[in-house]
Antibody
Framework: EVQLVESGGGLVQPGGSLRLSCAASGFTFSSYWMSWVRQAPGKGLEWLAS????????YYVDSVKGRFTISKDNAKNSLYLQMNSLRAEDTAVYYC??????????WGQGTLVTVSS | EIVMTQSPATLSVSPGERATLSCRASQSVRSNLAWYQQKRGQAPRLLIY???TRATGIPARFSGSGSGTEFTLTISSLQSEDFAVYYC???????????FGQGTKLEIK
């Protein structure tokens, strides 16, 4: 069974940093593109970033370019999102998701990030 | 950026009736369109990809149609568990710049 479990969310002050993790199991992690998608409270879904199977290609939405970094460790079956220079508008539930031909058949349960002073 | 627009924002339908949800793309996405269902407090669930292919385990009452810029999700006979928010997603760009619609809330009439 495919499982994705996010962790690392919490309360952080504006301008601060946070690193999210996503532990994957039940599939060959090194064979899949992975993504981060977020959802602000009461709002819709926003794709943030995707990373190729071997980590050699990474893509970001403009709103997080230069502030967020996606990475993966295939030896640890883990996906990461390093978030710097956080803003109030980054407050959201952050989901990791496995890409299957650019669609998301498997999602984690999400981790809440709150940016507030 | 391709903008996805869903309509209506809220749809009120009685159980057992048909629901039709729309999604429009600001430019052609061919058939690179997916639909997701999200219930309160849960992660989204993939329903349809390739505009019309049901994902694994999705009941036959869910169907998708369309191509180019106009897409439809139809739920043929609403069950109580179908009342949720539905999102469309385009994945036509390369490099990836995936975008979602703003969602349609399907509520009980």
């Amino acid at each position: 069974e495919v499982q994705l479990v996010e962790s690392g969310g919490g309360l952080v002050q504006p301008g601060g940093s946070l690193r999210l993790s996503c532990a994957a199991s039940g599939f060959t992690f090194s064979s899949y593109w992975m993504s981060w998608v977020r959802q602000a409270p009461g709002k819709g879904l926003e794709w943030l970033a995707s990373i190729k199977q071997d980590g050699s290609e990474k893509y970001y939405v403009d709103s997080v370019k230069g502030r967020f970094t996606i990475s993966k460790d295939n030896a640890k079956n883990s996906l990461y999102l390093q978030m710097n220079s956080l803003r109030a508008e980054d407050t959201a539930v952050y989901y990791c998701a496995r890409e299957d031909h650019s669609t998301y058949h498997h999602w984690g349960q999400g981790t809440l990030v709150t940016v507030s002073s | 950026e391709i903008v996805m627009t869903q309509s209506p924002a809220t749809l009120s339908v009685s159980p057992g009736e048909r629901a039709t949800l729309s999604c429009r793309a600001s430019q052609s996405v061919r058939s690179n369109l997916a639909w997701y269902q999200q219930k309160r407090g849960q992660a989204p669930r993939l329903l349809i990809y390739g505009a019309s292919t049901r994902a694994t385990g999705i009941p036959a009452r869910f169907s998708g149609s369309g191509s180019g810029t106009e897409f439809t999700l139809t739920i043929s006979s609403l069950q109580s568990e179908d009342f949720a928010v539905y999102y469309c997603q385009q994945y036509n760009n390369w490099p990836p710049l995936y975008t979602f619609g703003q969602g349609t809330k399907l509520e009980i009439k």
